[in-house]
Structure formats: structure tokens, C-alpha cells
């Protein structure tokens, strides 16, 4: 990184113990490696965070372009259709169906089934024939 080698190190070290002595060049040492790994450790934590957002970025980009693709197509749709509007029967803000174009019967003939028996069936209410020979 710097291009240090080891005749520069043994020259900073020959320094410092003739500036500091050899009493607290030990100490200072201590201090300036804590410093060196701090620094070390911040580093490649920027270094990973700057890394993680440019993937997320990546990931990101063809799921922007895709959405922008999908509103241009949208766009294109609705430009691209006729206007229904004044056609007569279209109503768009109707959702339920026109009774006259899907049922000419009255609904009273389906009321009852068959023999005229109710709609459910039972035409004894619930009571049992053999119950009330019994």
C-alpha cells in the first residue's frame, strides 16, 4: 500500500527508541497498533457497505427498467384503443349485468320445482313418516 519496507521499518523503529526510549516505545507502539487496526477495521467496513449497495443497485436496475417497460406498454394499450364510450349498451362504470339481455323468463317459474314441492325439498317440514307411525 505505502511500499514500506523492512529497511524503512528498522529505521522508524531505531528512531522512535532513540526519541522515546525504552521505556515507552513499547507503550507507543501498543497505541499506534490499536490506532492502525482501527483504522484497518473502518476501512473494510465502508469498503462492504459501499460494496452491498452498488449490488443492491445492481439487482435493483432491470427490476426498475422492467416496471418503466410495463408502464410504456400500458400507455401504448390505452392510447391504442378505440373510444367505446358513445357505442350504445357500454356502460364502463356498470359492472353489473343487463337483466333484459340475459333472462326473458319471470322469476317466479323458478320458485317451485317440480310436483310442487318447496325449493328445498322437504315438503313435510322436517317431520318424519315413520315417526308418526310409530
Same mark, same amino acid.
Given at each position: ?5 523492512? &529497511? ?14 525504552? #521505556? ?9 497498533? =490499536? ?47 378505440? @373510444?367505446? &364510450? ?9 359492472? #353489473? ?10 322469476? &317466479?317459474?323458478?320458485?317451485? @320445482?317440480?310436483? =310442487?314441492?318447496?325449493?328445498?325439498? @322437504?315438503? @313435510?317440514? =322436517? ?8
Amino acid at each position: 500500500m505505502f511500499d514500506v519496507g523492512f &529497511s524503512e521499518l528498522f529505521l522508524l523503529a531505531l528512531i522512535g527508541l532513540i526519541i522515546l526510549g525504552p #521505556e515507552r516505545l513499547p507503550a507507543v507502539a501498543r497505541t499506534l497498533g =490499536g490506532f492502525i487496526r482501527k483504522a484497518r477495521v473502518s476501512w473494510i467496513s465502508l469498503r462492504n457497505t459501499i460494496e452491498s449497495e452498488l449490488a443492491e443497485a445492481e439487482i435493483a436496475a432491470p427490476i426498475k427498467e422492467a416496471g418503466e417497460e410495463l408502464k410504456r406498454f400500458a400507455e401504448d394499450m390505452s392510447t391504442g384503443l378505440p @373510444d367505446f &364510450s358513445n357505442t350504445p349498451g357500454f356502460l364502463p362504470e356498470s359492472r #353489473e349485468p343487463n337483466n333484459a339481455l340475459t333472462s326473458t323468463e319471470p322469476e &317466479s317459474s323458478h320458485a317451485e @320445482d317440480g310436483a =310442487g314441492e318447496s325449493p328445498t325439498g @322437504d315438503a @313435510d317440514n =322436517g317431520t318424519d313418516s315413520d315417526a308418526r307411525h310409530s
